[in-house]
RNA sequence: GGCCCCUUCAUCUAAUGGUUAGGAUACUGCCCUUUCAAGGCAGCGAUACGGGUUCGAAUCCCGUAGGGGUCACCA
C-alpha cells in the first residue's frame, strides 16, 4: 500500500467510559499502520488530575481489546517509547517548557484564576471580537519574574504566539488552513500544579514516539495552529495532520451522552457484537467499492485509503448498527453463537439494579432509542436473571441449549434479544390467562377444541422420526381444516400452551427440543387451566 | 458573536466534467409463511440556493443560506 510505515496513536484521556469516538479514531488510525507496516500506539492522557477516574484506563484497553483494536505499543504492553502514561512522563514536559523559556519561545504568567475569569466577564460585556488571554504577563521584566518568583507565587507557562501574520497549517484532507497570527491567544503549557496541558504534552510525546501522522477529531482544528508553533517553537517537524470528522447525534450535534449512547460498554452490554460495531464505525466517512457494507477489517485493509475518507460529519445511526448487528448474528456458526450467548448472559449477571426501569423522564427522547432502551432493560434483565442456568446448559448439558440456537438465531439483532425466546425452554410454568388463548376471529372453546387435537396428535407420533416435522405440518393442516380453522389459529393456543407466548421461535421445532413428555404436560396444563377458567 | 470546518434521498454513502444520479438502513406494499423473524420482489425518496467557467457541472470557481466545531491552568 502506501509508502512509508506511519506511527500512529490514539490518545484517550482516563475520565469516564471508555468513549465510542475513541474507538473511531482507534479503527482509522490502526488501519493506516496496519496498511503501512506501521505501529498503532496507546498513550494515556492523563495530565488532569481533577477529572482522573481510576477504574477508566483499564476500561479503554478492555474496550478496545474487545473490538480487535488492540495497539501495538501502550501502557499495557510497553514498548521503545514507554512510559506510555502522560502522568509517568512529567520531567519530559517540565524540560521542554524550560526549554522554551529559555530560549525565549515561552513565559511565566502569573495571572490568578479570578483576573481571568473577570477578564473575560469583561470580553463578553464588551461583546470583544476576540476573547482570551491578554499577555499581560508577556513583557514582564526579568526583575519583576524574579521578585514573583520570589515571593512564591504560582505560576503556569504560556507559549509566546506570533503577533502578526498568519499561521498556515496543513491539513491531510482540508489542504491549507489560514488563521490570524494576531486572534491566537498565549496558551498555557504548563498548569500551575506542574502538570502540562493537552497542548505541550500531545506535542512532546509525538515528537518523541516518532508519531508520523495525527488521525484526530475535527474539533481540535482550532488548536491546531497553536500545535504548528509549538512545533515551530521547538523545531520540530510536524506530522501529518488528518483531523476526522465528529461523530453526530441525530440532531447533527457532536455525538453526546445525552442524546445517544456513548460508552461502548453500553454496546458491548446491549449485545452488539464487537466486530459489528468496528464494521460500522468503518462504514462512517468511508466505503469499500461494489456498494460492499459488510467486511471484515481485513477486507477493510485491503481497500483502505486515508484519501478517501469522506469528511462530512456522520450521524450515527443506531437503527442501522441494529440491522448490521443481526446480519453479524446470522453469520455466526451456531456454536460460536452458543457461546457468545451464555457470555453474554454471565456479563449481565448480578446486575439486575443497573437495568431497572428508566422513569419516563429519563428516557431518551428520540423515539427508536426511547423503545431500544426498554427493551434493553427488561432484556437484560431476563437473560443475566438466565446466567445460571445458561451456564450449566452450556458446561453440563450441551445438547440443551445447543439445538435451540438454529431457532433463535435468525429472529435476533443484538445478543441480549434472546431473552425474548430462551426462557420458554427453561420453565415450566407461565403466567397466561385463557384470554391469551383466543385467537382472533375466535373462541375460547375453538382454543379449547385445538389443545385436545393437538394433544392427540403429538401424543401418537414418534418425534424421533425423520419425517416428523413434515407430517406435524399435514396433520395440523388436516386437523385445522376438520375444525374449520386456518393453521393459524389453530397452533395459536397450542403455542400459547407450549410457548406461553403469541411470539416464539417455530412451534414444532421447539416441541422436539423439549420432548413429547414436557410438551404433553404443557398442553395438559392449559388444558386444565382453561376447564377451571 | 469572532474564527474555522462541512453540505448528494430521513440516515450511511457511490458516482473524482458526459449515469434514467447507484447501493444500504428506515418506511410502505406484495410474495413466502405456523406466530415473530429472516428472505424475495416492488415502491417512496437527494445533488441546499444563486451566479459563473464549460459543448456539457453533483463534480471546478464565487456568493448566499443552513448545519457543526471552537473560543479553560479539560482533553
Known amino acids: 500500500m502506501s509508502a512509508k510505515p506511519a506511527r500512529v496513536r490514539v490518545a484517550p484521556s482516563p475520565t469516564g467510559d471508555p468513549h465510542v469516538g475513541t474507538a473511531y479514531m482507534a479503527l482509522f488510525n490502526k488501519a493506516l499502520a496496519d496498511t503501512t507496516g506501521g505501529q498503532f500506539i496507546l498513550r494515556i492522557e492523563d495530565t488532569d488530575r481533577t477529572r482522573y477516574v481510576a477504574d477508566s484506563e483499564a476500561q479503554i484497553f478492555e474496550a478496545l481489546a474487545w473490538l480487535a483494536l488492540t495497539p501495538h505499543e501502550g501502557p499495557h504492553k510497553g514498548g521503545p517509547c514507554a512510559p506510555y502514561r502522560q502522568s509517568e512522563r512529567l520531567p519530559m514536559y517540565k524540560e521542554a517548557a524550560d526549554t522554551l523559556l529559555r530560549h525565549g519561545k515561552a513565559y511565566k504568567c502569573y495571572c490568578t484564576s479570578e483576573r481571568l475569569e473577570t477578564l473575560r466577564k469583561i470580553q463578553q460585556a464588551e461583546k470583544a471580537k476576540l476573547l482570551g488571554y491578554d499577555g499581560l504577563c ?14 512564591g507565587k504560582p505560576c503556569v507557562v504560556r507559549l509566546k504566539m506570533p503577533r502578526e501574520g498568519d499561521i498556515e497549517v496543513h491539513d491531510f484532507f482540508r489542504g491549507v488552513l489560514k488563521f490570524i497570527a494576531a486572534e491566537q491567544q498565549d496558551a498555557v503549557l504548563l498548569k500551575s500544579d506542574g502538570f502540562p496541558t493537552y497542548h505541550l504534552a500531545n506535542i512532546v510525546d509525538d515528537h518523541a514516539m516518532g508519531i508520523t501522522h495525527v488521525i484526530r477529531a475535527e474539533e481540535w482544528i482550532p488548536s491546531t495552529p497553536l500545535h504548528f508553533e509549538l512545533y515551530r517553537a521547538f523545531g520540530w517537524d510536524a506530522p501529518v495532520f488528518a483531523h476526522m470528522p465528529l461523530l453526530r447525534n441525530k440532531d447533527k450535534s457532536k455525538i453526546s451522552k445525552r442524546k445517544n449512547p456513548t460508552s461502548l460498554l453500553w454496546y458491548r452490554d446491549a449485545g452488539f457484537l464487537p466486530e459489528a460495531l468496528r464494521n460500522f464505525l468503518g462504514l462512517m466517512g468511508f466505503s469499500l467499492p461494489n456498494d460492499q457494507e459488510i467486511f471484515t477489517y481485513d477486507e477493510f485493509l485491503r481497500h483502505f485509503d486515508l484519501a478517501k475518507v469522506n469528511i462530512g460529519g456522520p450521524i450515527f445511526d443506531l437503527q442501522k448498527l441494529h440491522w448490521l448487528n443481526g446480519e453479524y448474528i446470522r453469520k455466526l456458526p451456531h456454536a460460536e453463537l452458543e457461546k457468545r450467548l451464555v457470555e453474554q448472559a454471565k456479563l449481565l449477571m448480578h446486575r439486575e439494579r443497573e437495568f431497572a426501569d428508566l422513569p419516563e423522564d429519563q428516557l431518551p427522547q428520540e423515539t427508536f432509542l426511547r423503545d431500544f432502551e426498554t427493551k434493553r432493560r427488561q432484556r437484560s434483565r431476563v437473560l443475566g436473571a438466565l446466567a445460571p ?11 440443551l441449549l445447543a439445538p435451540i440456537i438454529p431457532l433463535i438465531q435468525e429472529r435476533m439483532h443484538t445478543l441480549v434479544e434472546a431473552a425474548d425466546y430462551l ?8 403466567a397466561y390467562t385463557p384470554e391469551d388463548f383466543i385467537q382472533k376471529k375466535h373462541t375460547l372453546d375453538d382454543a379449547k377444541k ?19 416435522l413434515t407430517r406435524m405440518d399435514e396433520q395440523s393442516r388436516a386437523k385445522a381444516e376438520q375444525l374449520g380453522m386456518k393453521i393459524g389459529p389453530y397452533l395459536g393456543p397450542v403455542r400459547m400452551a407450549i410457548t406461553g407466548s403469541r411470539v416464539s421461535p417455530p412451534l414444532m421445532e421447539s416441541i422436539r427440543v423439549l420432548g413429547k413428555e414436557e410438551a404433553l404436560r404443557r398442553i395438559d396444563a392449559a388444558i386444565n387451566a382453561l376447564a377451571q377458567g
Request: proline letters at 6%; hydrophobic letters at 45%; charged letters at 25%.
Open 138 to 151: 508577556r513583557s514582564l521584566s526579568e526583575a519583576e519574574i524574579a521578585a514573583n518568583d520570589a515571593a
Open 389 to 399: 442456568e445458561l451456564m450449566t446448559s452450556y458446561e453440563v448439558n450441551p445438547q
Open 423 to 430: 426462557p420458554m425452554f427453561f420453565t415450566r410454568e407461565f
Open 450 to 468: 385445538a389443545l385436545a387435537a393437538a394433544r392427540e396428535m403429538l401424543a401418537g407420533s414418534d418425534l424421533e422420526h425423520p419425517d416428523w
